[in-house]
Nanobody, 126 residues
Framework: QVQLQESGPGLVKPSQTLSLTCTVSGASIPTGYYYWNWIRQPPGKGLEWMGV???????YYSPHLKSRTYIARDTSKNQVTLQLLSVTPEDTAVYYC??????????????????WGQGTQVTVSS
């Protein structure tokens, strides 16, 4: 059974960098042939796809967030990380990591992803 667990600070100040970690169990990130996505949901809004890192380490980002988003992996810890630079209150959201079997840029339909983390709330406020 593949499980994903997001972790990180619940509160970030404006202009700072948001850093989140997705710890994966039950599958190896570099050999499991999954794509590891970051998706967020602002309060009262729909899901927003942020970016993805493949099992081979290739990354793809939402054009809207590309200039300040960085996704990486730590294969020794079997983790995927997200960094979002220069956050504003508009970045307040529940952040999810989700695994897909194919590369789907921008997809937000929940049933397209085979595994989801439980999500972590991040609030951007001074």
């Amino acid at each position: 059974q593949v499980q994903l667990q997001e972790s990180g600070p619940g509160l970030v100040k404006p202009s700072q960098t948001l850093s989140l970690t997705c710890t994966v169990s039950g599958a190896s990130i570099p050999t499991g042939y999954y794509y590891w996505n970051w998706i967020r949901q602002p309060p009262g809004k729909g899901l927003e796809w942020m970016g993805v890192i493949s099992y081979s380490g290739s990354t793809y980002y939402s054009p809207h967030l590309k200039s300040r988003t960085y996704i990486a992996r730590d294969t020794s810890k079997n983790q995927v990380t997200l960094q979002l630079l220069s956050v504003t209150p508009e970045d307040t959201a529940v952040y999810y990591c989700a695994a897909s079997m194919t590369l789907m840029l921008g997809a937000t339909a929940e049933n397209l992803y085979v595994y989801w983390g439980q999500g972590t709330q991040v609030t951007v406020s001074s």
